[in-house]
């Protein structure tokens, strides 16, 4: 016989303190992937386009997150890799084997090139669906000249020293360097 009121409570506790955890460890985990500088980080869309950058890519290929945002990864590969098709077949592999790694030559911002390592993994939904891929890159130029310098050395030293004993004293003395 008069105003009545329905009030409904439900308890979300549970789901906020869920969803707390989730940010906690999201922040967590962009933490560690900032600190990072010597490897370039970052996630591409389905069709290869750069949806994430963290301060080792700036680093790594000099493109500050503002100007490559968007953008196809294709543009850190050669001319000639990009003619035969190489960036497509990364993805394509990374899609039938879950994960790809490889070296080879990559393109910075300013046009130098650096010997790189490469690990490209496809990323997929609940329903097994591929909604883009992680990509982790390491600039081993360094690595690559030291290698290329030692079978230089060694190269030299075998066309240097046909006698045996010779050639096993400059390639330990090669080896050693």
Known sequence: SGPVVLTF???ISEQ??????????DMQLRSI???IR???????????????????????KGYA???ILDLHFSRFFTQEDIDHGRPAELLRLASAKGRVEEEGW???????RFWANVI????????????????????VTDRKRASEAV?????????????IRKLLAAISASIAD
């Open 120 to 139: 490209l993994s496809s990323i997929r939904d609940s329903s097994g669906y591929i909604t883009g891929s992680a990509k982790v890159t390491r600039d």
């Open 151 to 163: 079978m230089q050395q060694l190269s030299n030293a075998l066309m240097a020293n046909l006698d």
């Open 33 to 35: 992937v900032d600190g």
């Open 38 to 60: 010597d490897y370039a980080i970052y996630l591409l869309d389905a069709d290869g386009c750069i949806t994430t950058w963290n301060p080792g890519a700036e680093r790594i």
């Open 16 to 25: 906020y303190f869920a969803q707390e955890a989730l940010r906690h460890t």
């Open 9 to 11: 409570l439900r308890d």
């Open 106 to 112: 990559r393109v910075r911002k300013d046009g130098s």
């Open 65 to 67: 997150p503002e100007e």
